[in-house]
């Protein structure tokens, strides 16, 4: 299932996220939302093939009563998590009360209301109950279970993940921050109500594999031999084009004693014997392959359907038993982060960040412009930072994961910033009230228009006079770099000189040289 959206968690506030992204989101959400109500009707089909499964014994007896316990404890949870998101979606109230809904087409471009319920510091009630909703979920779960993973000792881990638990961001900046700041903090309203969902989708996993287990002590599904069939035991069953497919291939039914081989896609694989809880013993092979966009139809929803062939050879049978396994894709939604506004420079290095929602491994993403003309884009050895230089003032960007387009952002470029002229006798600013001294040396530099543009494209902020023309009673004098001595002109007091046609030049990102327009540097000095 889709990982926690933790790529979208940082510094939100200072950076720009389109209303596009946002609105994916709520598409997202949906189709979580859809995923849920399939996979609770087949744990719910599953649960009945507990329940009436005819083999009766004490074992059986306890499986039952486990599982009835497995169910009460997820839909109780479910429906807890149903009230949070339901929270979400209206304002904060008094006392901890439901406020006013948020309209659908306002929610999906929310970006304070989830923060601001489940990081209340005055009324932390909701983020709290949250967080000890997954871990007493986990720890009931785990409780229940324990009997029947005696042998593996395996238990259900923990929901409540922070950024230790992933190992692309073990060593980013969101390590040591809570489980809360962590999941909700800078985190839109339409995002964080995906991210519950997710949360659901992950307990009915857990619920499926404890059920899973059930049903192998009490043999709700009982397979004759002429009735085997090749099954996949998936990780998850809903994946982002970019990760990895999960899963394991067995035997259902009465494997125990056979000696199966194994293939996937034609080729041979590994096969493992596994405890499936009840002292049972089966074979299982590893399934784990990339799973790319390319070639790949979406539907509205962002959803495409996917598949795989398998196939299990038995001693003893004269017919393999071969099976198509389908399974669904989330399309890929990039996320576009930077320290600007959606406008880039003309002709200036502007660095982007681009994150995938549950993609760790990022070397397969990748920008690309339609064509030159457009300008070129860099990639820096940062993963999923990027460098857009534009030459127009609109370019398309392509993202693309593996060659596969996956989404297309359209950026408009606005011109640099003007500068404006900055006059200094030595270390001081000129003061047209105080004036320059009639033999002083004068030196022109300039001021940005747009003070943000140093801080936002520092290596583009380079902007040096090359050359002006000082006036001196009309007369022009040109002046080569960016100081004029007036001690030879003969000034005196309230006589004015002139700064005129003056050259600026910048550097820019990519380390050319460029002439800046400087129709605002002209200047009228005083002579004091």
Do not use: W
Request: proline content about 5%; aromatic content about 6%.
């Amino acid at each position: 299932m889709i990982g926690m959206m933790y790529l979208v968690l940082t510094a939100l506030l200072a950076l720009n996220v389109s209303t596009a992204v946002l609105e994916k989101f709520s598409i997202i959400d949906k189709t979580l939302s859809d995923l849920i109500v399939e996979d609770t009707k087949a744990n719910t089909a599953k649960y009945k093939g507990i329940v009436n499964a005819e083999v009766t014994g004490a074992a059986q007896d306890d499986g039952k009563q486990r599982a009835k316990q497995v169910i009460d404890l997820t839909e109780s949870t479910l429906k807890a998590l149903d009230d949070v998101k339901e929270r979400l979606k209206h304002e904060p109230g008094p006392g901890g009360k439901l406020g006013n809904l948020i309209l659908p087409k306002d929610l999906v471009l929310n970006t304070n209301n989830a923060e601001e319920l489940m990081l209340n510091e005055r009324e932390p009630e909701l983020g709290k109950n949250y967080e000890k909703l997954l871990v007493t979920y986990q720890q009931q779960l785990n409780k229940i279970t324990k009997p029947l993973f005696v042998k593996s000792k395996y238990e259900f881990p923990p929901l409540t993940k922070t950024a230790a638990d992933y190992e692309s961001m073990k060593e980013g900046q969101q390590v040591g921050k809570p489980f809360l700041i962590f999941a909700f903090h800078g985190v839109p309203t339409q995002a964080a109500i995906a991210t519950i969902s997710q949360v659901q989708s992950e307990i009915l996993d857990y619920e499926k594999a404890a059920l899973d287990t059930i049903l192998g002590i009490v043999k709700g599904e009982v397979y004759e031999v002429d009735a085997l069939v090749p099954m996949v035991q998936a990780e998850s069953n809903t994946i982002v084009a970019g990760t990895s497919y999960e899963g394991k291939l067995f035997v259902a039914g009465a494997a125990t004693g056979a000696k199966p081989e194994m293939y996937f896609g034609g080729n041979k694989i590994a096969i493992d014997e596994e405890d499936i809880g009840g002292g049972k013993i089966i074979k299982m092979g590893k399934i784990k392959f990339p799973v790319k966009a390319s070639g790949l139809k979406f539907n509205e929803k962002g959803v495409a359907e996917a598949s795989f062939n398998v196939k299990i050879i038995l001693g003893g049978k004269n017919k393999d038993l071969d099976q198509t396994v389908k399974y669904k894709v989330l399309k890929p939604v990039a996320t576009f982060t930077s320290a600007t506004t959606n406008n880039l420079y003309l002709g200036c290095g502007n660095k982007v960040n681009v994150s995938i929602q549950g993609l760790n491994d990022l070397s397969a993403l990748n920008l690309v412009l339609p064509d030159v003309s457009q300008g070129s884009i860099i990639r820096t050895s940062i993963p999923g930072q990027f460098v857009i230089l534009p030459s127009r003032p609109e370019c398309k960007v392509r993202v693309t994961i593996d060659g596969a387009e996956i989404d297309l952002k359209t950026f408009k470029a606005v011109p640099v910033p003007t500068p404006l002229p900055r006059v200094q006798e030595g270390n001081t600013v000129y003061d047209p009230s105080k004036g320059v001294s009639a033999s002083g040396t004068i030196s022109v530099f300039c001021d940005l228009s747009d003070p943000n543009f140093a801080s936002t494209n520092p290596e583009d902020a380079n902007y040096q006079v090359a050359s002006f023309v000082l006036k001196v009673r009309g007369a022009p004098i040109a002046k080569t770099g960016n100081q004029a001595n007036l001690s030879g002109y003969n000034l005196k007091s309230g006589d004015y000189v002139e700064i005129t046609n003056v050259k600026v030049l910048r550097t820019t990102y990519d380390k050319r040289t460029v002439d800046v327009p400087s129709n605002r540097m002209d200047k009228s000095v005083r002579i004091r």
